[in-house]
């Protein structure tokens, strides 16, 4: 309508309804990318989250807010403050007594001053000598009540929010019979909880009756506790945040103020509580140091906010069994960060949850891990890096011309197209291209001339890829591309060739068979050795149990063999420089793969002379071949070793 006018300002309703949601696919992606760097997949997660998306908004990021805001509180000030403004009072109100009587004559005075003159030193012990005594000055009296008075309502203010008038009002007798009496009624109703009895009516009724001191308005038994318990262990903290001598006086002072009975009912209170809430850190102090003294509400109310970021903190440390993000309760975050911080965490937890819910990732036992159909991603991202290179230039020493050896010859042909490896058909291809062009010399060849024999493919193939998982391998940088290539092999025969049977063997100082997801998430070794032996033994015995496959075994490895199987007890026995019985024990291993037929070929990363040797002798004996690439064409070279062996020997 004319005339109306607007303003614009940050949106302040809750999460950015514009801001764009988190690309799921991009995160799994990320995690990948990690992964294939030779990072640990778990930790690839965990920083996922740890970091946030495009590297911000991350738990990190929110923990160290926590830790910073943790930090100020610490530093808020002295913890003995009521203790020492107890003392100050005290003072004041002796220093105008002494003041009074100083103007009177007689023995009564005179016998005050020395009641003054002889108070204990304790400020505590003091108050409570005084509680009998007859004021002179009318200023000291009530100075003197301030001390009562004021604690007494810091105290029941912290326990009770919305009590403290009533507290101040306490001196007054039907004032205490009404504290007393809530008190009484609080602690019958926590005990008929405590025994697990039906309090449903009960606590109507308590709220019904004593609901203004509860401005939070719990909607049952278990809220109300929440709430109390949470200061009650806060009070405990302050006092065990004390010294000794400290946490003597305030208790005296708060005993005096409180009197016997409130006193009595407040202690019930306390053990209904811890009994009932015995998880809360009821035990724990902490070194609050300041120069501004804080008062009993003060002291707490900053030892409620320090234990409520700790408790903030360890869910957003995600560290033990089970973590999720749903732990983390967005509305404490908000009370303690602010609305950003919660937006994050929400948006935290939404990305968690959509990972979840469209199967990228699954929880187990140790936390959030890759699912399967996340592990397919990964491993076809690893081969589109592998064909990427295959097709972006020379293929160096390997020959993958496969003519006639992709299969037997059919008989039949069919046409050209881009791509194909089958031999060419030249009768069909000239007799095609006599046709369109007339008989003539030289004939004349056109692209659509050309035909191609059809062949029948052979036997499968048995794929043993056995890749090293020895300490050197992660700390000369040759993990993520090991990676890399096993997945980049696993997913093209899963995809390409699933007549072929692929068993990817890790060795350190013993073998193991590895299905995807534990090489995805396989760490390296911290064992020295590295038991070649153990992986060709493990290889020989998937092979054997494919007879009718071309059997091949791929060796990724980057140092000689140093350890093997003790034929006796089979423990993997470890000695540097390799013994001649690891060497013997693995090239026993090596005859049996060549008297069974397998295609063994050894993959050399970095330039060792001893492993050099060594694999140039095991390619002569095995008649198979070596191959020192580079660490970024090791998948190349072993997905075009694959493509070429399966073909069978020449």
Same mark, same amino acid.
């Given at each position: 309508?004319?005339?109306?006018?607007?303003?614009?300002?940050?949106?302040?309703?809750?999460?950015?309804?514009?801001?764009?949601?988190?690309?799921?696919?991009?995160?799994?992606?990320?995690?990948?990318?990690?992964?294939?760097?030779?990072?640990?997949?778990?930790?690839?997660?965990?920083?996922?989250?740890?970091?946030?998306?495009?590297?911000?908004?991350?738990?990190?990021?929110?923990?160290?807010? &926590?830790?910073?805001?943790?930090?100020?509180?610490?530093?808020?000030?002295?913890?003995?403050?009521?203790?020492?403004?107890?003392?100050?009072?005290?003072?004041?109100?002796?220093?105008?007594?002494?003041?009074?009587?100083?103007?009177?004559?007689?023995?009564?005075?005179?016998? =005050?001053?020395?009641?003054?003159?002889?108070?204990?030193?304790?400020?505590?012990?003091?108050?409570?000598?005084?509680?009998?005594?007859?004021?002179?000055?009318?200023?000291?009296?009530?100075?003197?009540?301030?001390?009562?008075?004021? #604690?007494?309502?810091?105290?029941?203010?912290?326990?009770?929010?919305?009590?403290?008038?009533?507290?101040?009002?306490?001196?007054?007798?039907? %004032?205490?019979?009404?504290?007393?009496?809530?008190?009484?009624?609080?602690?019958?109703?926590?005990?008929?909880?405590?025994?697990?009895?039906?309090?449903?009516? &009960?606590?109507?009724?308590?709220?019904?009756?004593?609901?203004?001191?509860?401005?939070?308005?719990?909607?049952?038994?278990?809220?109300?506790?929440?709430?109390?318990?949470?200061?009650?262990?806060?009070?405990?903290?302050?006092?065990?945040?004390?010294?000794?001598?400290?946490?003597?006086?305030? %208790?005296?002072?708060?005993?005096?103020?409180?009197?016997?009975?409130?006193?009595?009912?407040?202690?019930?209170?306390?053990?209904?509580?811890? !009994?009932?809430?015995?998880?809360?850190?009821?035990?724990?102090?902490?070194?609050?140091?300041?120069?501004?003294?804080?008062?009993?509400?003060? &002291?707490?109310?900053?030892?409620?906010?320090?234990?409520?970021?700790?408790?903030?903190?360890? !869910?957003?440390?995600?560290?033990?069994?089970?973590?999720?993000?749903?732990?983390?309760?967005?509305?404490?975050?908000?009370?303690?960060?602010?609305? @950003?911080?919660?937006?994050?965490?929400?948006?935290?937890?939404?990305?968690?949850?959509?990972?979840?819910?469209?199967?990228?990732?699954?929880? @187990?036992?140790?936390?959030?891990?890759?699912?399967?159909?996340?592990?397919?991603?990964?491993?076809?991202? =690893?081969?589109?890096?592998?064909? &990427?290179?295959?097709?972006?230039?020379?293929?160096?020493?390997?020959?993958?011309?496969?003519?006639?050896?992709?299969?037997?010859?059919?008989?039949?042909?069919?046409?050209?197209?881009?791509?194909?490896?089958?031999?060419?058909?030249?009768?069909?291809?000239?007799?095609?291209?006599?046709?369109?062009?007339?008989?003539?010399?030289?004939?004349?060849?056109?692209?659509?001339?050309?035909?191609?024999?059809?062949?029948?493919?052979?036997?499968?193939?048995?794929? %043993?890829?056995?890749?090293?998982?020895?300490?050197?391998?992660?700390?000369?940088?040759?993990?993520?591309?090991?990676?890399?290539?096993?997945?980049?092999?696993?997913?093209?025969?899963?995809?390409?060739?699933?007549?072929? =049977?692929?068993?990817?063997?890790?060795?350190?100082?013993?073998?193991?068979?590895?299905?995807?997801?534990?090489?995805?998430?396989?760490?390296?070794?911290?064992?020295?050795?590295?038991?070649?032996?153990?992986?060709?033994?493990?290889?020989?015995?998937?092979?054997?149990?494919?007879?009718? %496959?071309?059997?091949?075994?791929?060796?990724?490895?980057?140092?000689?063999?140093?350890?093997? #199987?003790?034929?006796?007890?089979?423990?993997?026995?470890?000695?540097?420089?390799?013994?001649?019985?690891?060497?013997?024990?693995?090239?026993?291993?090596?005859?049996?793969?060549?008297?069974?037929?397998?295609?063994?070929?050894?993959?050399?990363?970095?330039?060792?002379?001893?492993?050099?040797?060594?694999? @140039?002798?095991?390619?002569?004996? !095995?008649?198979?071949?070596?191959?020192?690439?580079?660490?970024?064409?090791?998948?190349?070279?072993?997905?075009?070793?694959?493509?070429?062996?399966?073909?069978?020997?020449?």
């Amino acid at each position: 309508m004319a005339g109306n006018r607007f303003r614009y300002g940050q949106w302040r309703g809750g999460p950015d309804p514009l801001a764009p949601p988190y690309d799921v696919r991009a995160a799994v992606d990320a995690v990948g990318s990690e992964v294939l760097a030779g990072g640990s997949l778990r930790e690839a997660l965990r920083d996922l989250l740890r970091r946030g998306p495009q590297g911000r908004g991350g738990l990190d990021d929110l923990a160290a807010r &926590a830790r910073r805001l943790r930090r100020e509180a610490l530093r808020r000030g002295d913890l003995d403050g009521a203790v020492t403004r107890a003392q100050a009072l005290l003072d004041q109100a002796l220093a105008a007594e002494r003041e009074e009587l100083r103007g009177r004559d007689g023995d009564d005075a005179r016998f =005050a001053e020395a009641v003054l003159d002889n108070l204990p030193r304790s400020t505590a012990r003091a108050v409570e000598e005084l509680s009998g005594y007859d004021w002179a000055s009318d200023e000291a009296r009530q100075t003197y009540q301030r001390i009562l008075d004021g #604690l007494r309502g810091d105290v029941l203010e912290q326990r009770f929010a919305g009590l403290r008038d009533a507290a101040r009002a306490a001196a007054d007798p039907a %004032a205490q019979r009404q504290l007393a009496e809530m008190m009484r009624d609080l602690n019958d109703l926590l005990a008929r909880h405590a025994r697990s009895e039906d309090t449903t009516d &009960a606590f109507a009724e308590f709220m019904r009756r004593h609901g203004e001191f509860f401005p939070e308005r719990p909607k049952d038994v278990e809220e109300l506790i929440d709430v109390l318990a949470r200061r009650s262990a806060a009070g405990e903290r302050l006092m065990r945040s004390l010294s000794d001598r400290q946490r003597e006086e305030l %208790a005296g002072l708060m005993r005096q103020s409180l009197g016997e009975q409130l006193a009595g009912e407040l202690s019930q209170l306390d053990a209904h509580l811890r !009994s009932l809430r015995p998880d809360l850190n009821w035990q724990r102090g902490e070194r609050v140091r300041g120069d501004q003294p804080l008062g009993y509400g003060e &002291a707490t109310g900053a030892l409620g906010e320090i234990a409520e970021l700790d408790e903030l903190l360890d !869910s957003l440390d995600q560290d033990h069994p089970g973590a999720t993000l749903d732990d983390i309760d967005v509305e404490a975050v908000a009370r303690t960060l602010g609305r @950003d911080a919660a937006d994050d965490a929400r948006r935290l937890r939404e990305l968690e949850r959509e990972l979840r819910r469209q199967g990228w990732v699954t929880r @187990d036992a140790e936390g959030l891990t890759l699912s399967p159909k996340a592990l397919r991603r990964l491993a076809g991202t =690893a081969l589109r890096r592998v064909f &990427a290179d295959l097709t972006a230039g020379p293929r160096g020493q390997h020959d993958l011309r496969s003519a006639g050896a992709a299969g037997e010859v059919s008989g039949a042909s069919r046409q050209w197209e881009y791509g194909d490896e089958q031999p060419l058909d030249v009768v069909r291809t000239l007799t095609r291209a006599v046709r369109r062009a007339g008989p003539g010399v030289p004939v004349q060849l056109a692209v659509d001339d050309f035909e191609v024999m059809e062949t029948e493919r052979r036997a499968s193939a048995a794929v %043993a890829l056995c890749v090293d998982l020895s300490y050197s391998m992660i700390s000369q940088g040759r993990w993520g591309p090991m990676k890399q290539t096993a997945l980049a092999l696993s997913h093209l025969m899963a995809t390409r060739f699933p007549q072929d =049977a692929l068993q990817i063997i890790g060795f350190g100082r013993e073998a193991m068979p590895l299905t995807q997801h534990e090489l995805a998430a396989v760490e390296p070794d911290m064992e020295q050795g590295t038991n070649l032996q153990h992986a060709l033994r493990l290889a020989g015995r998937y092979l054997r149990r494919h007879p009718g %496959a071309e059997p091949v075994v791929l060796v990724v490895t980057d140092g000689e063999p140093t350890a093997h #199987l003790d034929p006796e007890d089979g423990e993997a026995y470890f000695h540097w420089p390799p013994l001649p019985e690891t060497i013997e024990a693995t090239i026993r291993e090596v005859d049996k793969l060549t008297r069974y037929g397998a295609t063994l070929n050894l993959f050399m990363l970095g330039d060792d002379p001893g492993l050099r040797r060594f694999v @140039d002798a095991v390619a002569r004996r !095995s008649k198979g071949r070596m191959f020192t690439p580079d660490l970024d064409d090791l998948g190349e070279y072993v997905v075009s070793d694959y493509l070429r062996a399966r073909r069978g020997r020449r």
